[in-house]
C-alpha cells in the first residue's frame, strides 16, 4: 500500500457497508416476522438460509484473502487500516443468527432448563449483534502510526500511545490479539465508553487489520526498540527502509 491506495481504502469500507446494508439489512427486516410468525416455516428458512450464505461467503472471503505486508503511507503517519469487509461479513451474520435463535425459543411452549439456556445464548448474540456493528462503524483494527505515538482503534475506545509510555520487550500476539503493556499509563489518552484511567495494557484487534498481522507484529516491535527510524514514519523512504530491515 502507498499514499496512492488512500482512495482504494475508502473504496473498500463502501463496499463493506453496501453488502452489510443488503445482507445486514434483510436479516434486520426479516427478524420480526421469524418472532411474530414462528409457527411459519418460511421465515425461519430464509433467516437461515441468508445465515448460511453469509457464512460462505466469509469463509469464502478468508480462504481468498492475502494480506498485504505494507502499509498506507499519509504525511507524518503510517496506517494499517481495518478489514471492512470481514467487519461487514460478520456484522451482517448477526441478525440472521439472533432471529432463528428467537424463532427456536419461542416455539418452546415448555419453558425448563435448555430454554432458559438457549435464551441467554440468545440475548448474548444480541449483544454481538450491536458490538459487530459497533465495530464496523468505528473501524476496530485500525492503527495509525506516528513519530511519537501510536493510535489503537478498539471497538469502544481510541488509544493514544506515546512510544515512551510503552515497556520495551516483545509484543506476544495471542489469536491474532496483540498486547501493549504500558509502563506510564498517565501518558496514554484513551477516547469513548471503554476508557479506563490506569491502562496496564492495550489490546491491538491485528485479526480485524487489512495488513499482514505478523508484519504489524514486526511494525511495531521494530519501533519499540529503534528509536533512530521513527523520525522516517510517515515517509516513503521510512518504509522502504522498513521493509529491507524486515524478514520478508
Given at each position: ?5 488512500n ?8 463496499k463493506?457497508w453496501?453488502?452489510y446494508?443488503?445482507v445486514?439489512?434483510?436479516g ?11 409457527a ?8 437461515f438460509?441468508l445465515?448460511v ?10 480462504l481468498?484473502?492475502h ?13 494499517a487500516?481495518p ?53 464496523l462503524?468505528?473501524?476496530t483494527?485500525g492503527?495509525v ?16 500511545v ?13 489469536f491474532g490479539?496483540?498486547r ?7 501518558l496514554?489518552?484513551?477516547?469513548g ?6 491502562l ?6 491485528l ?19 529503534h528509536?533512530?527510524d ?14 529491507a530491515t524486515?524478514?520478508?
Open positions: 500500500m502507498s499514499q496512492s491506495a482512495g482504494e481504502d475508502e473504496l473498500g469500507r463502501r463493506a453496501l453488502y446494508l443488503l445486514g439489512g434483510a434486520i427486516l426479516l427478524l420480526p416476522f421469524t418472532v411474530a410468525l414462528h411459519e416455516l418460511w421465515p425461519e428458512l430464509l433467516a438460509l445465515l450464505g453469509t457464512g460462505v461467503v466469509g469463509l469464502v472471503a478468508a481468498r484473502a494480506k498485504p505486508r505494507a502499509l498506507l503511507i499519509r504525511p507524518d503517519e503510517f496506517v487500516p478489514s471492512y469487509f470481514r467487519l461487514a461479513v460478520n456484522a451482517s451474520a448477526m441478525p440472521a443468527l439472533v432471529g432463528v435463535l428467537f424463532s427456536i425459543v419461542y416455539d418452546d411452549d415448555d419453558w425448563g432448563v435448555f430454554t432458559w439456556m438457549l435464551f441467554a445464548a440468545t440475548m448474548g448474540c444480541v449483544y454481538l449483534l450491536v458490538y459487530t456493528l459497533v465495530m462503524i468505528r473501524g483494527g492503527l502510526l506516528r513519530a511519537d505515538s501510536l493510535t489503537v482503534v478498539d471497538a469502544f475506545t481510541t488509544h493514544e506515546p512510544w515512551a509510555a510503552v515497556m520495551s520487550g516483545p509484543l506476544p500476539t495471542v490479539v496483540g501493549l503493556g504500558i509502563l506510564w499509563p498517565e496514554v489518552t484513551s477516547r465508553l471503554g476508557r479506563k484511567r490506569n496496564q495494557r492495550v489490546q491491538l484487534q485479526q480485524s487489520s487489512a495488513v499482514d498481522r505478523e508484519f504489524l507484529h514486526d511494525v511495531i516491535n521494530h519501533y519499540l526498540n528509536v533512530e521513527r523520525p522516517g514514519i510517515g515517509t516513503q523512504e521510512g518504509l522502504d527502509r522498513l521493509q524486515l524478514p520478508a
